[in-house]
């Protein structure tokens, strides 16, 4: 399984930005995906996540109202829209997935797959 992200990129505080991923490799019948973040210095950080059957969603504090998730089944996409971006929500952002029907939880063991990451960078 593999999970290919795309987007990301550097903008000022305030701007938008949207990342997304795919999940290929075997054909999934019910999978959870979502986002997790590492800033430097930091440990990785649960962002966002979606059940892409169930369509129950789960947002970190600091993310809640400014993120929002789309997703898509059959194609077994996810899109993170971040809006109103802060210099905080720099880092690395993964994706992540995991073949269950519900989100288990925020831990990063709650995710079997995990993409390479990629790079947001959001300046004052």
């Known amino acids: 399984v593999q999970l290919i992200e795309s987007g990301g990129g550097v903008v000022q505080a305030g701007d938008s930005l949207t990342l997304s991923c795919v999940a290929s490799?075997?054909?999934?019948?019910?999978?959870?995906m979502g986002w997790f973040r590492q800033g430097s210095g930091r440990e990785r950080e649960f962002v966002a996540a979606v059940s892409l059957i169930g369509g129950n969603e789960d947002f970190a504090d600091d993310v809640k109202g400014r993120f929002t998730l789309a997703s898509d089944n059959a194609k077994s996409t996810v899109t993170l829209h971040m809006n109103s971006l802060k210099p905080e929500d720099t880092g690395i952002y993964y994706c992540?997935?995991?073949?269950?029907?519900?989100?288990?939880?925020?831990?990063?063991?709650?995710?079997?797959?995990w993409g390479q990451g990629t790079l947001v960078s959001v300046s004052s």
């Open positions: 490799g075997r054909t999934f019948n019910r999978i959870v």
């Open positions: 992540v997935g995991n073949p269950t029907t519900y989100i288990r939880g925020r831990s990063w063991t709650d995710y079997a797959y």
